[in-house]
């Protein structure tokens, strides 16, 4: 797993965060994206897996769900 690393201090116990990134499809689902929606909806699950499991060893897990982002091709 990949651990951000230590938070901060509080009362004298390090807090440690375990991002991960899925995204809205897993949410809303895409026509002729199951793989994708699928193995997004993995990382979700996982995610909650790993946040119930140390809920009492201090580990922070997220995940970020972004939607699509459509940039200028042109941007300088």
């Known amino acids: 797993m990949l651990y951000a690393g230590d938070c ?3 009362k004298g116990i390090a807090r440690r965060s375990h991002p991960d990134l899925a995204s809205i499809a897993l949410h809303v689902g895409i026509p002729d ?3 994708y929606s ?6 979700y ?3 909650m897996s790993v946040a119930k499991n140390h809920l009492t060893a201090n580990l922070r897990c997220n995940s970020v769900s972004p939607a699509r982002v459509h940039p200028p ?3 300088i």
Do not use: P, V, Y
Request: net charge neutral; charged share 20%; proline share 0%.
């Open 73 to 75: 091709l042109n941007a």
């Open 8 to 10: 901060g201090e509080d």
């Open 33 to 35: 994206r199951f793989a």
């Open 38 to 43: 699928m193995s997004k909806g993995a990382i």
């Open 45 to 47: 699950a996982t995610t």
